[in-house]
């Protein structure tokens, strides 16, 4: 391609695989055709497609103008007041309270289901301890947990009061945890004691602990309590979470919020130096979270819906949270590993949740491979209807397995692809409607303007690889870097004159498909998540006897994303 032989493509695939139409009759979008009708219709006229998707939430008070765009900035939905967890709860529960909003299974087998009304009543009890711990509008609040429930009703008690929360994947460590609170300056840490891995017990506060002794803006920390084990606990900044849950009020109406009022901080890795504060806001990242959710997955009342990824990714905030609560889905969580107590554990929690809707990564389904097809074989797995696949390429074996074995040669792949940035899916076939081919995301959906283009801005021919950007603001973009608008500006938009631009190279093929190929820079993508080369560079050096180090990337069989030819 031009200006970067890095990423010349080698794949060719001519597997086409188009829905059933028995699936196809009962979808959203039936046809081909039909996205194709969609796709242009809001093409012509992007607000108003964008503020159509809008009306389906719950707005206090409706917006003034639909898009102000000056680029890089946007503010989606201006003069709306909204707010999150009113959407993913309180407007459910005249016709929805008794529906089983979460399944939950903890790694050692125990299984709790919340419904709708008890959801939001964890919730509002939960915003009522952060108010009650001098938590306001507009202060920020990290949360470091397990896989658990709690996770969700912390987020969204954050969301009712309009803290924007930073969740921090619990397997980072204390030097993540100290580099995160402090850019973002959180006043509150919510933690629990431990967590289930593999049989194991992962202990969480005293990392929290070891960071937050450098950490001069927290000054509460709540603890749940998960594994029972003996923790310290500080006088006069600790508190646990059950404790301030037995005396908390169940009534916290929801602040009304400015759409563009900031909802959650998401760090990611960037290409040199610290972690970026991705910044989502309120009414425009519900919109395409609640629209790309029903859309991509066929969403129907009655699915029993489960995505894999934890929280502390962005899939887990817009497809295990915000997304599928927004539409009163069933969402199941599963604390732990996939391979305990043995490698069947994903095949047994599908067939006795009856899960029809899964969404996982690549790397997940390797993994599954090597372990061999014996173990979903066990299991009866026809209870699912749509299947997913999320954070890098898939290799076509990879796919055809997954289509043979777990989606019976019944179900819809949906290979989306996304960013933490882009906050939600962007390219992704639509279940009913659109013929996949393995390992092509194939068409952006409507509303999102993508295309491949060289350095100079200039659109790439059929197969001509390039770079991938997005040409139209999206109301699920990221607004800004936290404190760093001017790293904002320069990361993503100053490469491509005019595009957002955010590292991936790809092809657009003779059917317009696109063909995520994966990161231009030295971002190195770990099992599905991004991590820099500075990132492993200084994990390195903090060892003793390291004085040096430098890291670049390289794939591997079982980790990285295999060509088909090698
Ligand atoms: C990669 C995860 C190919 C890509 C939601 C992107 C993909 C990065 C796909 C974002 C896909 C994600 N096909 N590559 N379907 N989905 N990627 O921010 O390189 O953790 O830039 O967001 O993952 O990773 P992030």
Redesign the pocket.
């Known amino acids: 391609m031009a200006d970067n032989p890095t990423i010349e493509s080698v794949l060719t695939e001519e597997r086409v695989f188009p829905p059933s139409k028995d699936f196809a009759e009962n979808a959203y979008v039936k046809s081909f055709e039909e996205y194709e009708r969609m796709y242009s219709e809001a093409a012509s006229d992007l607000p108003a497609f964008w503020a159509k998707q809008a009306e389906a939430l719950d707005w206090f008070s409706p917006w003034e103008s639909v898009l102000e765009w000056e680029r890089p900035h946007a503010k989606w939905f201006s003069g709306g007041k909204i707010n999150a967890s009113y959407n993913c709860l309180d407007r459910h529960l005249a016709t929805k309270g008794d529906k089983t909003a979460i399944i939950w299974e903890g790694e050692p087998g125990e299984v709790r289901r919340l419904s709708y009304r008890e959801l939001h009543t964890e919730v509002s009890k939960f915003a009522n301890v952060l108010k009650g711990l001098g938590i306001r509008t507009g202060d920020r609040v990290a949360v470091y947990m397990p896989l658990v429930p709690e996770l969700a009703i912390a987020i969204l008690a954050c969301a009712r009061i309009g803290a924007p929360h930073t969740v921090i994947f619990g397997g980072f460590s204390a030097d993540s945890i100290r580099d995160r609170v402090n850019d973002c300056g959180c006043k509150a840490v919510v933690t629990a004691d431990g967590g289930y891995r593999r049989g194991r017990e992962i202990r969480l506060k005293p990392i929290v602990d070891e960071a937050i002794a450098e950490c001069p803006t927290v000054e509460s920390v709540v603890t749940f309590r998960r594994t029972g084990t003996e923790i310290e606990m500080k006088q006069g900044r600790d508190h646990w979470w059950d404790e301030l849950m037995s005396k908390a009020s169940a009534d916290c109406p929801p602040e009304h919020l400015d759409a563009e009022h900031p909802l959650y901080i998401l760090y990611?890795s960037g290409t040199t130096g610290k972690p970026k504060g991705i910044l989502h806001t309120t009414g425009g990242y519900l919109t395409q979270a609640a629209y790309s959710t029903k859309l991509v997955f066929d969403l129907k009342d009655e699915d029993i819906y489960w995505c894999t990824a934890d929280i502390g990714?962005?899939?887990g905030h817009?497809y295990v949270v915000y997304g599928p609560l927004a539409n009163a889905a069933t969402v199941l969580m599963y604390e732990g590993a996939p391979n305990h107590p043995d490698f069947d554990r994903f095949w047994d929690i599908i067939e006795r949740h009856k899960v029809t809707i899964l969404y996982t990564a690549?790397t997940a389904i390797r993994s599954f491979i090597r372990w061999g097809r014996e173990y979903p074989d066990r299991h009866d797995l026809t209870s699912l209807r749509v299947i997913g696949?999320?954070?890098?390429?898939?290799n076509p074996e990879a796919w055809m397995w997954y289509h043979r074995v777990i989606g019976g040669e019944r179900c819809p792949i949906v290979?989306?692809?996304?960013?933490?940035?882009?906050g939600t899916i962007m390219?992704?076939p639509l279940p009913g409607a659109t013929p996949t081919i393995p390992g092509s995301?194939t068409r952006p959906l409507p509303g999102i303007v993508v295309d491949i283009v060289a350095k100079d801005g200039r659109s790439a021919g059929t197969d001509e690889g390039g770079y991938l950007v997005v040409k139209e603001p999206w109301p699920s973009m990221l607004r800004t870097l936290w404190g760093d608008d001017e790293r904002y500006k320069l990361t993503y938009w100053s490469e491509i004159d005019g595009c957002y631009f955010?590292?991936?190279g790809a092809r657009r093929d003779g059917r317009g498909y696109y063909w995520?190929?994966?990161?231009v820079d030295d971002?190195i993508?770990v099992s599905?998540?991004?991590l820099g080369t500075a990132e492993v560079e200084s994990a390195l050096v903090s060892h003793d006897s390291v004085a040096e180090a430098a890291v670049v990337g390289r794939p591997t069989r079982s980790r990285g994303r295999r060509s088909p030819h090698s």
């Open positions: 990611t990714w962005v899939t817009s690549p696949t999320v954070g890098e390429p898939i290979d989306t692809w996304w960013q933490t940035e882009t390219i992704s995301a955010a590292g991936d995520v190929m994966g990161r971002v993508n599905g998540h991004r």
